[in-house]
């Protein structure tokens, strides 16, 4: 989906989410949703401050804003190592099932598709509940992390 599609699509989103919950509906959520949209990759806060920079947007805005568009199930975040406190989000551009592999040490992420892990997952019975969509984060070593791991082993031997 190119930028401008992705961003008609979720602006639509968003105002039918600021419309139903009785929110004020600013300039400035908007500015941030069209960055998001036309950047479509995983981002820090920081990240996102250094995009808007020369919007006047304050930090408060910004991260109210993450907020409300996770809230909103336009954006999601993500932690893309464990223990950090950095949280990545990233778009959900209409493909809500998805897999993603991290990498624990240099915190690459790659997406998945697997047919049978999504079948399996969605046909899952959880008593009470039902799966509308799901995020699945597998945390490993990448294979550059594992060969630099295995490299430094070596050295430590000699």
Not at 10 to 29: A, G, K, P, V, W
Not at 55 to 70: D, P
Not at 115 to 125: C, F, L, M, P, T
Request: aromatic share 10%; net charge positive.
């Amino acid at each position: 989906m190119e930028s401008e599609k992705l961003y008609k699509y979720n602006s639509e989103r968003l105002r039918d989410y600021i419309q139903e919950h009785q929110l004020r509906s600013t300039h400035e959520r908007f500015v941030i949703l069209r960055y998001i949209c036309e950047r479509r990759e995983a981002f820090s806060p920081k990240d996102l401050c250094d995009w808007v920079v020369h919007e006047n947007i304050s930090q408060a805005t910004i991260y109210n804003t993450l907020s409300l568009l996770v809230k909103a199930q336009i954006l999601q975040g993500i932690r893309r190592q464990p223990n950090s406190r950095t949280i990545y989000y990233e778009l959900l551009d209409g493909e809500f099932n998805q897999m993603q592999i991290i990498c624990a040490k240099c915190g690459k992420v790659r997406k998945v598709k697997d047919a049978v892990i999504r079948d399996a997952i969605i046909a899952k019975k959880i008593a009470n509940f039902q799966i509308r969509r799901f995020s699945l984060y597998m945390y490993g070593e990448c294979k550059i992390c594992r060969r630099k791991n295995i490299s430094n082993n070596k050295s430590s031997i000699i």
